[in-house]
């Protein structure tokens, strides 16, 4: 059966979300008023060091989304599949078709330095005029330059970001989803294509740049032999969806307003607005905001924070040290009672991006050498330590979106936390004081439900637009409202920073 030919409700649907930590696929299923999600099927995932560097386990990734498809067709009607993930790493294919050895993680050492050799053959500003990006180490851009003259880049025929090597494998069909490729640092926001004669002056293989397509577009159906494995027939599709987790994440904020802010909250933190049309000022440049495509020709105007990644490190140092106090229940509990904004760090220095659990490269290390650096007191508990994270991540939060409203010219009334980091109460209490704004948290699945809206309106589901989609999560959802509270002088303690933290 056809996509069009299958009734409009209820539709039932596979969502594949990865991240950097773990990876899940939820059975989706949509219907006139109602909205259900159902985790059918969860595995850890992480980057594997070999041979000195840092790659992704891409085909064990690939052996859990089988089996969590599966599980999915198995419980029910399967009508589609659609796939999220991170951004920016990708696979390179030869010309038979099979993947160059692993994908790279983006937290691999060897795009140290890349940038500013980049940013010597092409300027800042002008690299800023075509694709619109914050300047992030790890942009696919730079890791591909600093995979100039491997093997692996010479042989290769096309490139394919991580989701879509995964729709490869279950469909045979190249692509590029936009959202995603507006992520790498070669697509260019104002034509909304590859920007072919930058790649060609960084001297990077443009012509392994795939075709694009467009979340909602049907990428294929699925192979036959991976239909024999699912146990499905060999019509139903794999969709194209926000393949960037965080365009997902933005269709599944249940807002009403036009006036409001989001946070993707979970091991990175993504605050900014929605708008339109790209902001390409050069104000915009200097704050390093970037310009990343959303669902239905938005922009996603952010900022990306190193977030609750340093907490989750923390704690892995802490459990590697066998500190039995320090589980993440305790050092929450601990760090609501704990002196508010008694110290403050820039969390988005370069040093925390690492992954480390060594007693002097764990992350409570890095987090009290900060400190002292800054002249803050040091903290010297698990508990003192989650409350400099989190009062730093609203600090964070509350400069980056105060910053995104004057570079848009918008005004912000209500912040939407969406992600894992929207069931963290005090940090988005915090964030709430922070901001001097109402917090609306959840759903804490915003990623998985904006993958499943956008396949379910591709299906027929009667979804016409994102207006229509976040009523639906806002009918079918709850969410806890935070309003800001008095008392502690967040101004000071963004003084207390003062430039450090600017970028």
Known sequence: MSASARPAHPVRVAAVDLGATS???????????????????????????????????????????????????????????GID????????????????????????????????????????????????LQNLPFNTIYQLAAARGTAALESAEQLLLLPDLLAYWLTGKIGAERTNASTTGLYDVRTRDWAVDLAKRVGLPWAILPPLREPGDVIGPVLGEVAE??????????????????????VGVPAIEDDFAYISSGTWSLVGLELEKPVLSEAARLADFTNEGGVDGTTRFLKNVTGL???????????????REASLAAVLEGAEDAPPLRTVVDINDP???????????????????????????????????ARTVLDSLALAYRRHLRTAAELAGRSVSVVHVVGGGSQNALLCQLTADACGIPVLAGPSEAAALGNVLVQARTLGAGLPDLAAMRDLVRR??????YEPRPGSDWDAAEARLGTSAAG
């Open 351 to 385: 040093r925390l991006l690492p992954p480390g659990t060594g007693e002097a490269d764990g992350m409570p290390a890095r987090i009290q050498r900060l400190a002292e650096e800054a002249g803050e007191p040091i903290p010297r508990t698990p508990i003192a330590i």
């Open 85 to 132: 993930s991170w951004a920016v790493d990708y696979g390179l294919l030869d010309r038979d078709g099979n993947l160059l050895g692993s994908p790279y993680s983006h937290r691999d050492s060897r795009t140290d330095g890349v940038s500013a050799k980049v940013l010597e053959q092409v300027g800042a500003a002008e690299l800023y005029a075509t694709t619109g």
């Open 23 to 81: 990876g899940r696929v939820m059975a989706g299923r949509v219907g006139p008023r109602s909205l259900h999600l159902e985790e059918l099927h969860r595995f850890p995932n992480g980057g594997v060091r070999a041979n000195g560097s840092l790659f992704w386990d891409v085909l064990g990734i690939h052996r859990e989304v089988l089996a969590g498809v599966r599980e999915v067709a198995r419980t029910g009607p399967l009508h589609g599949i």
């Open 229 to 250: 494995q699912l146990g499905v027939s060999a019509d139903v599709p794999v969709v194209a969806v926000g393949s960037h987790d965080t365009a997902s994440a933005v």
């Open 309 to 323: 990644w340093v907490l989750s490190e923390c704690l892995r140092t802490w459990s590697h040290q066998r500190i």
């Open 476 to 481: 079918t959802h709850e969410l806890h409202r």
